[in-house]
């Protein structure tokens, strides 16, 4: 039944994208907005919550509030303080920093962990 299908949206592409677009633009010293914006919109489908309800990202944009302009650039200290509260949240959400293995349940199969058990 066209109710009980699971739809599997693959983020893991853009995410590691967007990731190492975001690690480029600060080794290259090219804090603008839209890096951060972009990896914002990219990281919250892989949370639970949305990220703009995550606290660790809400304080971030509380201390250091961005521009609406996104091909504005900021200090370089307010960018790499995004990036650390983006590694936060993937760490306390399990994206990165799991012990090998981890991400499978009983059967090994981490698209089931995902989905919350085993019902393929």
């Known amino acids: 039944m066209a109710e009980d299908a ?4 693959n983020t893991v592409v853009s995410l590691n994208a967007g ?3 975001l690690i480029k633009a600060y ?3 090219d804090p603008m907005v839209h890096y951060i914006r972009r990896f914002a919109m990219i990281l919250s489908p892989n949370l639970p919550v949305p990220l703009v309800k ?3 990202y809400a304080a971030i ?3 250091f509030p961005l521009p609406d302009d996104g091909r504005k650039k900021i200090p370089m200290g307010s960018f790499e303080a995004y990036i ?3 590694e936060v949240v993937m760490r306390d959400h399990g994206i990165i920093g799991r012990k090998a293995g981890s991400g499978k349940d009983d059967t090994g199969d981490p698209v089931a962990v995902y ?6």
């Open 6 to 9: 699971i739809v599997y949206l």
């Open 19 to 21: 990731w190492s677009d």
């Open 27 to 29: 080794s290259e010293h």
């Open 54 to 56: 995550n606290e660790t």
């Open 61 to 63: 944009k509380e201390k």
């Open 84 to 86: 650390s509260a983006f």
């Open 115 to 120: 989905f919350g058990g085993t019902q393929w």
